[in-house]
């Protein structure tokens, strides 16, 4: 074998084992770029519908945030969301609040977790067979008319054209439905989603949806948070690209295998951190803390 051949095969190789990592670390100053996210998740759960941007610590971490619309009557069928704008992060913002996490772990727990179809006319041109969780869908709607108008008035007085949605658990799922249908409706913008504690919403043509409006995801799941394996796969549920698995404070890691979908083969990703029942710690997923950043009402 000639020394160019060898030396080739050896470049190929370290190819191989660079395709084979399954996680990376995340640099101390990507993780603290989310910290103004978490920030304003926490707010999705402390602003509770009020008209003016005023929710204590969660909210002066962002001051210079321009509120335009926020609504919502905090319950699961209805939580709080708002809407505007953030100067330093230039991105409109749509934020959607939760639930409490036993109760959010308890309706999506067991054998058949039922689907329905999306509403087409809400998802234009989007395929007959792709399904959510009915709850997830009946929450969305609710708010949907709202927050896209909120969303037009914003571009049309910011002339923002990046939009991110976000949100913890429930909050987390209406996010992703919003970066879907909030893409559909206003093709141009450029969408990204970062969620916290998010469970899955849909089956495989959802997170095909999902996937190919969303320029970028950040599913942002802490230690053995059970919410982020519910529903069950086994019901045909899964999650779109983009987890990042906080495996302590300060380690952040970016699962990249399986194109960033889910990685059930790594010990660090997810899945196999919170496969057995006696690992599930719901307390991973009531109080985070993301980067020191604890979110959940009792937190504002
Ligand atoms: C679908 O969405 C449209 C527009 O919001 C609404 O008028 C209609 O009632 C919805 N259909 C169903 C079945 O929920």
Known sequence: MSAAIVAAA???????????RDTQPLSAESISGYEPYAQFARAAHCLGGSQTWECGDACAANKDFKLYASGGDGTSDLPFYFVGYSPSLASII?????????????ALQGPYIAQAPVNL????????????YAGFRDAHSRSAD?????VQETIATTGAAVLTTLGHGLGGALAEMDA???????????????????????????????????DSNARINNMRDPIPVLPA???????PTGEIHVVQEGMWLACIAN?????????ECTIQSVRRMPDYLLISH??????????GSEYC
């Open 146 to 150: 709202a927050v896209l108008a909120a």
């Open 121 to 132: 006319t809400m998802f234009p041109g989007v395929d007959e067979d792709t399904m959510v």
């Open 94 to 106: 749509v934020a959607h609040g939760g639930m409490e996490a036993q109760d959010l772990a308890t």
């Open 233 to 239: 796969q086994t019901s045909t549920y899964e999650h």
């Open 10 to 20: 050896l470049a190929s190789c370290a190819g191989c084992f660079a395709l084979k």
């Open 259 to 267: 194109n960033g979908r889910e990685d059930d083969e790594d010990a």
């Open 180 to 214: 879907a249908y909030l893409r559909l409706n206003i093709p141009y913008i450029r969408m990204n989603t970062v969620t916290f504690g998010k469970p899955r919403v849909g089956n495989a043509a959802w997170v095909d949806l999902v996937d190919a409006n969303a």
């Open 286 to 295: 009531q109080t985070g803390p993301y980067n020191g950043i604890f979110i």
